[in-house]
């Protein structure tokens, strides 16, 4: 996982030092700043996006709540305050936490850890989107598809033929190099001259890999292991 950037917030020195030493003790964290002056920080946190901000409430010139608003990205929150009546005002902001001062490492870290599982939850999320689809060149043309439109691969010497049910794609490349790129995507290996994705297997036997349409692709004897981990 990610390190988690943080940057601190507080017009209370001592909250600082506390939110220093506490990050100190927690793995995967990276504090990245402390600010004394909500306007500096501000300042800081506009050209520098951070993952997760630690906030005080009731601040001179700027308190926490405007500074989140006043931000142009949407980092994490925490806010780190002794008021106790904007609990329903951090709730209507998406705020991942709202620890009320004194804060004990239990609680702080508890916080911290639910900032974690968020942005692993996040970034999986974008991942997933990413990988909807995938863009090749060919025939001199850059070509987007959608992944599950990827029926097989199948090598031809210094080229590659990606089957879709609408159409076939002749790629400049080595099956050895489009198994190592889209790997994390489903792609498995079933034979030295194809490549399967792996939702679309429905059955294998000694022979041959089925297909959800009906179609079947040889199998390969050295591939037989790691098809059977998918299953």
């Given at each position: 996982?990610?390190?988690?950037?943080?940057?601190?917030?507080?017009?209370?020195?001592?909250?600082?030092?506390?939110?220093?030493?506490?990050?100190?003790?927690?793995?995967?964290?990276?504090?990245?700043?402390?600010?004394?002056?909500?306007?500096?920080?501000?300042?800081?946190?506009?050209?520098?996006?951070?993952?997760?901000?630690?906030?005080?409430?009731?601040?001179?010139?700027?308190?926490?709540?405007?500074?989140?608003?006043?931000?142009?990205?949407?980092?994490?929150?925490?806010?780190?305050?002794?008021?106790?009546?904007?609990?329903?005002?951090?709730?209507?902001?998406?705020?991942?936490?709202?620890?009320?001062?004194?804060?004990?490492?239990?609680?702080?870290?508890?916080?911290?850890?639910?900032?974690?599982?968020?942005?692993?939850?996040?970034?999986?999320?974008?991942?997933?989107?990413?990988?909807?689809?995938?863009?090749?060149?060919?025939?001199?043309?850059?070509?987007?598809?959608?992944?599950?439109?990827?029926?097989?691969?199948?090598?031809?010497?210094?080229?590659?033929?990606?089957?879709?049910?609408?159409?076939?794609?002749?790629?400049?490349?080595?099956?050895?190099?489009?198994?190592?790129?889209?790997?994390?995507?489903?792609?498995?290996?079933?034979?030295?001259?194809?490549?399967?994705?792996?939702?679309?297997?429905?059955?294998?036997?000694?022979?041959?890999?089925?297909?959800?349409?009906?179609?079947?692709?040889?199998?390969g004897r050295t591939y037989k292991n790691q098809l059977k981990s998918l299953f």
């Amino acid at each position: 996982m990610a390190r988690l950037s943080i940057v601190g917030v507080d017009d209370e020195y001592p909250a600082l030092e506390l939110i220093e030493h506490y990050c100190s003790q927690i793995a995967d964290v990276e504090l990245v700043a402390l600010f004394q002056h909500p306007k500096e920080a501000l300042d800081y946190l506009t050209k520098n996006p951070i993952d997760l901000v630690i906030l005080d409430i009731n601040m001179p010139f700027i308190n926490g709540i405007d500074l989140l608003l006043n931000l142009p990205y949407k980092p994490l929150c925490i806010f780190l305050t002794m008021e106790t009546q904007y609990a329903v005002k951090a709730f209507e902001l998406d705020v991942i936490h709202y620890l009320v001062k004194p804060v004990d490492f239990a609680g702080f870290n508890k916080a911290i850890l639910k900032a974690k599982d968020f942005l692993q939850f996040r970034d999986s999320m974008e991942k997933k989107k990413k990988e909807e689809y995938i863009m090749f060149k060919s025939d001199y043309i850059m070509n987007k598809i959608l992944l599950a439109d990827v029926r097989w691969v199948q090598g031809c010497g210094e080229y590659i033929v990606l089957v879709t049910p609408f159409k076939k794609y002749m790629i400049l490349d080595r099956m050895s190099n489009f198994e190592e790129k889209y790997r994390d995507l489903g792609f498995i290996r079933i034979h030295k001259s194809y490549i399967v994705l792996g939702a679309h297997i429905t059955s294998y036997d000694m022979a041959y890999v089925h297909l959800k349409d009906g179609e079947k692709l040889p199998l390969g004897r050295t591939y037989k292991n790691q098809l059977k981990s998918l299953f």
